[in-house]
């Protein structure tokens, strides 16, 4: 049953004949492939654009000042302190970093095919022991000696939602950190990063932004992690630290900070402002409702996705070959796990959904 009120319900059908930002945004094709790859805001290529010419020009602007907007602008939407934000690019970075910090003998658990940049680092050190359990049994996996729970808060490859709340709880009672990468998550749904030791993210899918932007979210007291890929950016004073070991690293998570991809951070600025404009309620709504859309259309048609309540992204299963025929057809979407994914975002409408339907029934 649905308790939304006569106004918000009209107001939602509003938002489904059209995307949240409109004017933001002008894709050649139907596209619902941000599980891939976000499409970037006007305003973001726009600065991009402005911030290449002055390098071009010889007067480069200050694009450090982008890099701290950025991540204050990620802090907000993650809801925690500034301070525990670092900037980088890569999930398979900062897991790393996560990684190097566990004892010889450590246990780390993991999903049963998690995207690989949020497990792999893991593996690669024979001295962790790994294990990998189903998603739905990840909480009921914990137990004494588990040293870290490292998950993805939304399944790459199908949508499927962990549950975060179970895991938080089992972790909490046998001692265990977590790791919960969000970068199929922020953006659409709403996130408390504080509730956990450790939360990764790459924001070139769902905030919209380019490729070599992520966030690393550590607790107050660093998690036990030691800046080993430190440069000259994670000192107290940057640009004091050029040179010769770095004798004062930030007092806050900068001082696990990557060297940032400057251009790349100028466009996520703007782009994080818009999310934060539009604000993730709205667009979880909008998402949610495109997708439910999409799933209810798929049971008229005879088809069933993979379960995935709640999830932005849906999976048809075994029709991930139809993949490049769809793109030849004008309607972006990807092939996962031999999954048809479809993913819907603040810039797709209802258009967008019965075009792929109309495809698949077709």
Not at 60 to 72: H, K
Not at 98 to 127: C, K
Not at 129 to 151: C, F, N, Q, W, Y
Not at 327 to 343: C, H, I
């Amino acid at each position: 049953m649905d308790f939304r009120s006569a106004g918000a319900q009209s107001g939602l059908m509003e938002n489904l004949a059209g995307s949240l930002a409109g004017e933001q945004f002008a894709p050649r094709s139907t596209y619902l492939n941000t599980a891939s790859a976000g499409l970037l805001p006007a305003r973001s290529v726009a600065a991009l654009h402005e911030a290449a010419q002055s390098v071009a020009e010889g007067a480069p602007l200050d694009m450090f000042a982008d890099v701290e907007a950025a991540r204050a602008g990620y802090a907000r939407l993650a809801q925690v302190p500034v301070e525990r934000v670092a900037a980088g690019s890569s999930v398979a970075t900062f897991v790393g970093l996560i990684a190097t910090s566990l004892p010889s003998g450590a246990e780390v658990l993991t999903a049963e095919g998690d995207f690989a940049s949020a497990v792999n680092p893991f593996h690669v050190r024979a001295d962790l022991k790994v294990r990998t359990v189903p998603l739905e049994r990840i909480a009921a996996s914990v137990r004494p000696g588990t040293a870290l729970v490292a998950v993805s808060a939304v399944q790459s490859a199908d949508g499927r939602l962990a549950d975060l709340a179970a895991i938080r709880s089992a972790a909490a009672a046998h001692g265990a950190r977590t790791c919960i990468d969000v970068s199929q998550a922020l953006g659409w749904l709403a996130f408390d990063a504080g509730q956990y030791d450790f939360t990764v993210d790459v924001a070139y899918k769902w905030l919209l932004s380019p490729r070599g932007v992520g966030f690393l979210t550590v607790p107050e007291d660093f998690g036990g992690l030691s800046p080993v890929f430190a440069g000259w950016v994670a000192g107290e004073r940057p640009f004091d630290s050029c040179y010769g070991p770095v004798t004062a690293f930030a007092r806050s998570a900068r001082r696990f900070d990557e060297s940032p991809s400057l251009l790349s951070f100028t466009a996520a600025r703007h782009a994080l402002d818009l999310v934060e404009e539009i604000g993730l309620p709205a667009i979880r709504a909008h998402d949610l409702a495109l997708a439910d859309r999409f799933r209810a259309g798929l049971e008229r048609i005879g088809r069933e996705p993979v379960p995935a309540p709640g999830s932005a992204i849906v999976s048809v299963p075994g029709l991930g070959g139809l993949q490049p025929a769809f793109q030849e057809a004008g309607v972006s979407v990807s092939d996962r796990a031999g999954n048809l994914r479809a993913a819907f975002h603040l810039y797709n409408s209802a258009a967008d959904v019965d075009r792929l339907l109309d495809l698949l029934a077709a």
